[in-house]
């Protein structure tokens, strides 16, 4: 517990108080909430797909279960995934293996800007190139020696900021969530059951 | 060599066939591409992400690499992430961790339509539903004995096809390059640079 997002890093923030954009207030509550009661960090995401025929298909995300209720988005958010010609598509959408880029993408943007805010560092401008390297030899199946995921993605930030919390940056990168659940794994359970008629 | 995506499991398809609304001699030409000449396989695929403030930010994506080449898309992608309210965010779009629950989605799905497609089983509807486990206190840094990511992740495919065939389905979801980065992870390397006057 000796790098977490409290107020032991700001002091007590002035009452509306904002770096880099984040409601620092808002932030704290929900910290302070879960530091009272560690369950309440306990969340579900969640999103359904439907297939589109082809290679295209689209999820909807409506909400999500956090702080012990179930929590609606103010929106619901389509997100749609096609191929390029090459790999048999229309390009109508991102391919998959691009939405997982831009989901790591977001991750550390925000996890950055976020805990940095907690600690008073403060954020000009940011932003990221990510490239992902994969061999389809191992989706097509044409060789089980061959990973079929990316085995090596590289992120660049470029950063607004004064240059001695630059290192420090780098460092609360290493709280996002997509980055941890890419480079540490996670379970994956896949059920296929028969659509009801 | 035993399982990939050749003629072997389908013959000779009929000049313009489709299966699943996929292409195949068009998958296939990529196929048999790459069974002459194996580095065509390898692809580089990118994303460009801006910080908007806060905990808004925007991917774009343009093109990638395979076949040799540079290929651009045939349009420009964008990709909007936000964090909902409880996250200090307005919730105008997709948190990063529901990015990456639809780039599975997207993923499992189009892996397991496109290899039931060369191996001649049709699929007439496919949805899923996905649901996967954070608990924040691992990304708050509340506990370092927590996972700051994914720990498990469920995928609940229904599908309508050949009963006879969907158990064959659930072990062609194995394809899927995203669900084999999370599940065997893949190095992420995060370098931050000063941005330029």
Not at 82 to 90: K, R, Y
Not at 159 to 180: E, M, T
Request: proline share 4%.
């Amino acid at each position: 517990m000796t790098d977490q997002m409290t107020t032991e890093q700001t002091g007590n923030p002035v009452q509306g108080a904002t770096v880099n954009g984040i409601h620092l207030e808002t932030l704290q509550e929900t910290v302070h909430a879960i530091e009272q009661a560690s369950d309440l960090g306990q969340c579900r995401f969640r999103a359904r797909n439907i297939w589109l025929g082809g290679t295209r298909n689209r999820s909807t995300i409506t909400g999500f279960y956090g702080a012990r209720q179930e929590i609606a988005h103010k929106q619901t958010f389509e997100l749609h995934a096609d191929e390029p010609p090459i790999l048999a598509g229309n390009d109508e959408g991102a391919n998959p293996v691009e939405h997982l880029l831009n989901a790591l993408a977001a991750c550390v943007t925000t996890s950055m800007v976020a805990h940095a805010a907690v600690r008073g560092i403060h954020i000009e401008a940011l932003e990221a190139e990510l490239e992902g390297d994969i061999d389809l030899n191992g989706f097509l199946g044409l060789s089980d020696a061959v990973p079929r995921g990316f085995t090596s993605i590289r992120v660049n930030f470029r950063v607004k900021a004064d240059a001695a919390n630059i290192a420090r940056l780098k460092q609360l990168a290493g709280y996002s969530p997509v980055l941890n659940t890419i480079t540490q794994g996670a379970s994956v359970d896949i059920q296929v059951e028969p659509q009801q008629a």
